[in-house]
């Protein structure tokens, strides 16, 4: 599953030069569907906001991104 980065089951924070900690989830990851489950169903029960990933979230996740993208100096030129 390595072309498939959204179903990490674990995550690696480097600090310094020889600093590493690895950090392993239980079980097996099965991604994102959970989430795009229940939004579906919320949007198809008429729900204008969901309660599993909230406007907030997403526009937090975006905020991270964008800062991101400007401190590495990653543009997406096609997309203006």
């Known amino acids: ?3 498939n980065y959204h179903y990490g089951t674990e995550a690696v924070l480097k600090s ?4 590493k900690e690895k950090y392993k989830g239980e079980g097996e990851s099965i ?4 989430e795009f489950d229940t939004v579906a169903d919320e949007i198809r029960g008429g ?3 969901s309660r599993m990933v909230p406007l907030k979230a997403t526009s937090d996740v975006m905020h991270i991104l964008d800062t991101v993208r400007n401190q590495i100096g990653l543009e997406y030129t096609d997309l203006e």
């Open 1 to 3: 599953m390595a072309d």
């Open 16 to 19: 310094g030069l020889f600093h």
């Open 47 to 49: 729900l204008t906001e």
């Open 31 to 34: 991604g994102y569907l959970p």
